[in-house]
Nanobody, 114 residues
Framework: QVQLVESGGGLVQAGGSLRLSCAASVNIFSTNAMGWYRQAPGKQRELVAT??????NYVESVKGRFTISRDNAKNTVYLQMNSMKPEDTAVYYC?????????WGKGTLVTVSL
């Protein structure tokens, strides 16, 4: 199994920045993809960003503001969030797909105030 631990969530003002981290218990190069999802109040869970060895993808609403990256040596995936908006408020979950199985972290809460 793959254990994923998120950190870096918290309260930030609109226009500010946060960086989320996801520490994996396995070498991330052994995964097919890593990603960040979020669940906002009153909304369904949505994909925020994914990263593979070849490319990154983002949901349209965060393009130009968020950046997903990874550090293979540290087995860690990051989500740099800039120019944050109140609508970014959500619980953010780290996801790993490995050998066609999905693994999830417990989530970290991000709250963006006006």
């Amino acid at each position: 199994q793959v254990q994923l631990v998120e950190s870096g969530g918290g309260l930030v003002q609109a226009g500010g920045s946060l960086r989320l981290s996801c520490a994996a218990s396995v070498n991330i190069f052994s995964t097919n993809a890593m990603g960040w999802y979020r669940q906002a109040p009153g909304k369904q869970r949505e994909l925020v960003a994914t990263i593979t060895s070849r490319r990154t993808n983002y949901v349209e609403s965060v393009k130009g503001r968020f950046t997903i990256s990874r550090d293979n040596a540290k087995n860690t995936v990051y989500l740099q969030m800039n120019s944050m908006k109140p609508e970014d408020t959500a619980v953010y979950y780290c996801n790993a797909n490995r050998y066609d199985l999905d693994y999830w972290g417990k989530g970290t809460l991000v709250t963006v105030s006006l």
